[in-house]
């Protein structure tokens, strides 16, 4: 029986192994008493466990001793005072602990920290103390022994892989993090940008199998929508939020492994719950079959403020529905006729009634009029409009401020899809090296949440301390660059 314990047990079955390595910073000792700090730098960003021994120098330190330790992705962060942070975000996601030590010692610090940067203040001693034997046990699920290196013609394309492959390879630990200093869960749409990377990078197909296992044991809410996250840590639990375009891109993430592996296993095993995420969208559309704003409604597209999502929701349909109908008729599912009816007459409906004929732009009542890149990008994606009509639409909106941008490398991604179905591939390489050739020149070691080139500030969270710097979703420059020849 398919229930919730048989996926349990499947995610089980594909649990991936964990690689540990160990980092020592150049630093190796330092004596410091009451205020003295020392800053650590890994060389590179690291998921894991800080270790580190404190002994008297010369007298013995009759009380015990108070350190603060600080991590940090880069040193933006380190630089922050964190007492003054004003995210909306709990503050307890900022890493920094302090911790009083009664006597010398070797400590492991028992949480997991994902950073390149480590600052120890000596806060309170009686006497000199001396810190050594740093050390960072780092861990990942990615085999780095299969990655090929990129190899383009283009020493900045290089290097945006380099860093691309870099952060998937931090955010693959026992299932698809989304960022492994926050949220450390698995969410759809991290999951899929993630799953379509590693296919070209690391090819780890056990923890692909895993987080569609661990979605498909989920639990579904009213309207049959998966959650749209699930944590495993310390035991299972799936969220409570149901993204409406996250539910679809578990479908598109089913066929993409399909595509990718021809594993009939795990299609047998999932297919009828895509089928119920689709039926279950079907509750939305109005009789124009445009889709509504439901109770209790949620689309996330992208993290940019004020925007209106129901044009690009209704993209992700189009864009999931053309999948699961390739999915259906590769392996002869009877059902294919229906699906490929339904996607005919939905892009109609979403031309006719979407479309401004005369200022050539998709605007929606329902997003108030909205304009946005978002909505054509996935008017573009969902097939409604193609060829060179396409082109200059999506050419006129990027970059023109009478349009709503995205700010996430994960709505960029989907741009860049755009312009490749197009054919735009000249476009795509200028758009990849705008945003994340933008964060390689400001030393990013692996490829944040959330990036403005003239914001550096933007935080969709309210302050800029609580971004995730190495996020899942911003991975797949690797994809675009590998699978694409870019
Ligand atoms: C945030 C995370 C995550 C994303 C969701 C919608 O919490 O950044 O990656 O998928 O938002």
Known sequence: MKDKDYFLSKAQDNFPELKFSVLTPDITEFIGSNGDSILLDLGEHAVGHFSFAFDKVNVFVDAPVRLVIKFGEDMREMNNDFSQYNGVLSKTWLQEEIINLDFPQKITMPRRYACRYIKITVERTTRPIRLFGFSFRASTSADVSVLKSANTQDALLNKIDLVATNTLKECMQTFFEDGPKRDRRLWIGDLRLEALTNYYTFNNLDIVKRCLYLFAAGECNELGFLPSFVYETPYYHSGATHIEDYELLFVVSVCDYFEHTGDMDVVNDLLGICKSQLE????????????????????????????????ALQGVYLYTLERLGELLKAIGDEEYEKYSALISEVRSASKKNLYDETKKVFVNSSDNGQLSVHSQVWMILGGVITG????????????????????????????????????????????????????VELGADTFWEAYIPDDLDFSPYNDRMINSLCHAWSCTPSYFIRKYGL
């Open 280 to 311: 279950s969208f079907r509750a939305t559309p109005d009789k124009n079959l445009i889709a509504t704003k439901q109770d209790g409604w949620f689309a996330f597209i992208d993290w940019c403020p004020g925007l209106e999502c129901v044009t």
């Open 388 to 439: 060179e009509e396409a082109k200059k639409l999506l050419l006129s909106c990027l970059d023109n401020k009478a349009f709503k941008q995205p700010v996430t490398p994960y709505m960029r991604h989907y741009v860049i899809e755009a312009m490749l179905k197009l054919g735009m591939k000249d476009e795509a390489v200028q758009y990849l090296k705008k945003f994340w050739g933008g964060m």
